[in-house]
């Protein structure tokens, strides 16, 4: 992902235009009916989300069909919980998966869309619990050590005969 050019304060200020992707702009400028269309498949309120994190963006298949038209792979949703604790959901149905439990790669994208957003400042660390409300709990801890390098992700998460694993770090 691009970074914001360097005469931006605000990352708020950033289009995703002046970006270069094609993806950053699906993704930080969501259309305003792919986002209604996607709280309501998950039965969100606009209210719920965080005014701090935009939408840079469980009917399986109604949401499988908003994702597929949209041309997106995977959409991931997190909330704020505390200045270090995040939640997320990360629904999969285009792959035929209802939801992730334990997402380590949304969890580094995560960190980065957050450094570049300027929601954190490296170095950082926080915590993204995930799986909760499917059963399967996980805890992804995400650090970010500088500005412009690579995202470390460990974490727990529970196999599927039920015991614990401890990602190495």
């Known amino acids: 992902m691009s970074s914001p050019p ?3 304060t605000k990352p708020e200020a950033v289009r995703p235009w002046d970006l270069g992707s094609p993806l950053t702009e699906r993704v930080l400028d969501a259309e305003p009916h792919l ?4 709280l309501a498949a998950l039965d969100w309120k606009p209210d719920e989300l965080d ?3 935009p939408p840079a963006v469980v009917d399986f298949n109604r949401l499988r069909s908003i994702m597929l038209a949209a041309d997106l792979t995977t959409v991931q949703l997190i909330w704020r919980q505390s200045t270090e604790v995040f939640r997320a959901r990360d629904p999969f149905p285009v792959g035929n998966v209802v939801e992730d439990p334990a997402t380590g790669a949304a969890a580094a994208a995560t960190g980065a869309y957050l450094r570049w ?5 490296p170095p950082a660390s926080f915590a993204i619990h995930q799986g909760i409300e499917m059963g399967r709990p ?6 970010v050590p500088d500005a412009t390098g690579g995202i470390r992700v460990s974490g727990t998460a529970i196999s599927l005969d039920g015991m614990n694993i401890d990602s190495p770090t």
């Open 138 to 143: 996980s805890l992804i801890e995400v650090d």
């Open 117 to 121: 957003r300027g929601e954190i400042a």
């Open 35 to 38: 986002l209604a269309d996607t």
């Open 6 to 8: 360097e005469q931006v």
């Open 51 to 53: 005014p701090s994190l």
